[in-house]
């Protein structure tokens, strides 16, 4: 008999990357007892998200929100690091079912001179702005916890706002607003390609303010 026993990144550390690898372990077992040395057995990876299409596809939860306040932030186990929650209003759900008020769960850093930053490539989040929210509902803690970085959380002032090329940096010549890119991404979900063949060309955020 053999029991396998899976270690994967979590969810906002793999995101902020795009894709990485998690390790499979597999170790004999008999009654009852398991192998305290597990081996390698192979290794897989996580899903692409480089296209929004496949962030849908990955996500139970998609929706758009307005940052209310802080409600509290946890100290984790590595120095410097926080997990922070945040109460949002949602407007609006592309997928799954968010409503009202909700909490989102997101992780910040604090550097060497104390100063309080979202990582790289990380987004903090602002009282009073609005995003689009993607990524897992935690059913335990009742909260979002959302793909690190831009991944899944993206500044979305509004739902009209006009979305652009994250890859080009340039505007949408189709001049999809936020709420039209997300219901597309939604409706056409797809999970991603293997990560050596992914191709982000048209993965669509929101123009930042000032280049609309």
Same mark, same amino acid.
Request: glycine share 10%; aromatic share 8%; hydrophobic share 35%.
């Given at each position: 008999?053999?029991? =396998? ?14 894709? @990485? @690898? ?15 040395? !597990? ?7 996580? !899903? ?44 609006? @759900? ?10 989102? /769960? ?8 104390? /100063? ?10 602002? %009282? ?12 335990? /803690?009742?909260?979002?916890? !959302? ?18 090329? @994250? ?9 999809? =607003? ?12 797809? %999970? ?7 191709? !982000? ?12």
């Amino acid at each position: 008999m053999k029991k =396998t026993r899976v270690i994967a990144l979590g969810v906002a550390a793999v995101a902020v990357l795009g894709a @990485a @690898a998690f390790t499979v372990w597999v170790g004999d077992s008999g009654n009852e007892t398991y192998v305290s040395e !597990p081996t390698v057995k192979e290794d897989l990876l996580v !899903p692409d998200l480089s296209k929004d299409e496949y962030v849908s596809y990955a996500s139970s939860d998609v929706f758009h929100a307005r940052v209310v306040k802080k409600v509290s932030q946890n100290e984790t186990d590595l120095a410097g690091e926080l997990e922070q929650q945040w109460q949002v209003k949602v407007t609006k @759900a592309f997928k799954g079912d968010a409503e009202g008020t909700a909490i989102v /769960n997101t992780m910040a850093y604090v550097d060497g001179e104390g /100063n309080e930053t979202a990582g790289e490539g990380g987004v903090a989040l602002v %009282p009073g702005r609005g995003y689009v929210f993607a990524g897992q509902y935690d059913a335990d /803690n009742e909260r979002y916890e !959302p793909f690190g970085g831009i991944t899944g959380a993206r500044l979305s002032q509004e739902l009209d706002s006009p979305a652009k090329s @994250a890859a080009r940096s340039t505007a949408s010549e189709s001049g999809e =607003t936020v709420e039209e890119h997300w219901e597309q991404a939604v409706t056409n979900e797809r %999970p991603g390609p293997p990560v050596d063949g992914a191709t !982000p060309d048209s993965d669509m955020v929101e123009a930042p303010e000032g280049e609309q």
